[in-house]
C-alpha cells in the first residue's frame, strides 16, 4: 500500500473547497492503495476558445492528483509536499463531457516524489498523459 492514510473522499473533496479544485469542478471520485481518481467536467470554465478542452485545465488537474496523492503519503503534522516540476503531453481534443484523470506512483521517496498522470475521456481514449515531482520539505 502506497498511501499512509486514506480519509474519505468526501474527506478529499472538502480540501478542495474555495480553490480552483472546486472552480473547475474537480471531484475525486475513487481512493485505492496506490492510485487517486479524480473527474473534471469540460464545459465553460475549463473550454479554450476553439472549443477544446484547455490544456492548462488537464496540467490543473494533473497537479491536483499528484499533490493530493502525495500528500496521502506523508505526515501533514510533520512534512508538506509542493510541485517542483510538472509536464503534460496532450494527445487528443475533448470538446464535451468530462474526462477522467488516474494518478500512480513512480517513485515514493523520503524527499522527492514522482506520480504518473493518465487523463482520459468518457471513451476510456487517452487524452493527456502527465508527470508531477514533488519536493517533500519538513515543516519548520
Known amino acids: 500500500?502506497?498511501?499512509?492514510?486514506?480519509?474519505?473522499?468526501?474527506?478529499?473533496?472538502?480540501?478542495?473547497?474555495?480553490?480552483?479544485?472546486e472552480f473547475l469542478g474537480i471531484a475525486f471520485t475513487e481512493i485505492g492503495d496506490d492510485h487517486l481518481t479524480a473527474t473534471m467536467p469540460v464545459d465553460h470554465r475549463t473550454k479554450q476558445?476553439?472549443?477544446?478542452l484547455h490544456g492548462g485545465a488537464n496540467v490543473v488537474l494533473a497537479e491536483t492528483l499528484g499533490s493530493v496523492a502525495a500528500s496521502l503519503t506523508i505526515d501533514l503534522?510533520?512534512?508538506?509536499?509542493?510541485?517542483l516540476e510538472i509536464n503534460a503531453n496532450h494527445l487528443k481534443g475533448v470538446k464535451s463531457?468530462?474526462?477522467?484523470?488516474?494518478?500512480?506512483p513512480v517513485h515514493i521517496g523520503k524527499s522527492t516524489q514522482v506520480w504518473e498522470i493518465k487523463i482520459t475521456n468518457e471513451l476510456d481514449q487517452l487524452c493527456c498523459i502527465s508527470r508531477?515531482?514533488?519536493a517533500i520539505l519538513d515543516k519548520k
Not at 500500500?1 to 472538502?14: A, G, R, T, W
Not at 463531457?97 to 500512480?104: E, F, L, S
Open 1 to 21: 500500500m502506497v498511501f499512509s492514510h486514506k480519509p474519505s473522499l468526501d474527506e478529499i473533496n472538502e480540501t478542495g473547497k474555495n480553490t480552483m479544485t
Open 49 to 52: 476558445p476553439m472549443g477544446l
Open 77 to 83: 503534522k510533520k512534512q508538506v509536499c509542493v510541485g
Open 97 to 104: 463531457g468530462r474526462v477522467i484523470g488516474i494518478t500512480t
Open 132 to 134: 508531477i515531482t514533488m
